[in-house]
């Protein structure tokens, strides 16, 4: 069974950092793009941020610059570290792991439970 577990959400002033990880089980990690993406109530899903399977990166231009994704292939985690955060960054982040590497979430075949971020001005 596969499992995505994000965790390292919470609440930050604007300007601050986080760190989210996302660890995987259940599946060859090394095999796998990871994307992060995001979500507020009544908004659809939001496309953040993508891992290839080398370490490859791919950012939406909203976070381009702020935010950094890494991968430890050996751990079975993905990483997205968020720096300048802005209120506007504020949302749940799920983590989703697929074969193909794109912006579109119907290309993550797994997703995690999600961490709320919440960034106070």
């Known amino acids: 069974q596969v499992q995505l577990v994000e965790s390292g959400g919470g609440l930050v002033q604007a300007g601050g950092s986080l760190r989210l990880s996302c660890v995987a089980s259940?599946?060859?990690?090394?095999?796998?793009?990871i994307a992060w993406f995001r979500q507020t109530p009544g908004k659809e899903r939001e496309f953040v941020a993508a891992?290839?399977?080398?370490?490859?990166?791919y950012y939406a231009d909203s976070v381009k610059g702020r935010f950094t994704g890494s991968r430890d292939n050996a751990k079975n985690t993905v990483f997205l570290q968020m720096n300048s955060l802005k209120p506007e960054d504020t949302a749940d982040y799920y983590c989703?792991?697929?074969?193909?590497?794109?912006?579109?979430?119907?290309?993550?075949?797994?997703w995690g439970q999600g961490t709320q971020i919440t960034v106070s001005s």
């Open positions: 989703a792991a697929g074969r193909i590497f794109g912006t579109a979430t119907t290309t993550y075949n797994y």
């Open positions: 259940g599946l060859t990690f090394g095999n796998y793009a």
């Open positions: 891992i290839s399977w080398s370490g490859g990166t």
